[in-house]
């Protein structure tokens, strides 16, 4: 054969060993469907895990509230038990203004 008419034949040789390398439809379809099942795993427990961290969260927020009120009450205990002692103090001094003032028999 002439190097002229071998070229075309060369060309269609290449192009029909090329086109056997290329996959079928079936195989990606396989492996499309075996990465697809792989990323729905994945998002699953992506929100799994979200759905935790949402849970934990609310959790926090509702231990800092019940702290928060919880410092806000002793606050107020402390307040009031100031109160009280500044009554206390009082009342002692009354009664010992008192026993000043009474004649001893």
Do not use: W, Y
Not at 6 to 11: R, S, W, Y
Not at 59 to 64: F, P
Request: aromatic residues 0%; positive net charge; contains cysteine.
């Amino acid at each position: 054969m002439s190097p002229t008419k071998m070229g075309p034949a060369i060309v269609i040789l290449a192009g029909a060993l090329s086109l056997g390398g290329c996959a079928t439809k079936d195989f990606v379809r396989q492996q499309v469907a075996t990465v697809s099942q792989r990323v729905d795993a994945l998002e699953a427990k992506q929100q799994e895990t979200d759905g935790t961290a949402k849970s934990a969260l609310a959790q926090a927020q509702a231990a800092s509230s019940q702290a928060q009120a919880a410092a806000g009450q002793a606050q107020n205990n402390g307040q009031r038990l100031d109160q009280l002692n500044g009554r206390v103090d009082g009342i002692e001094q009354q009664m010992q203004q008192n026993r000043r003032k009474r004649p001893r028999h």
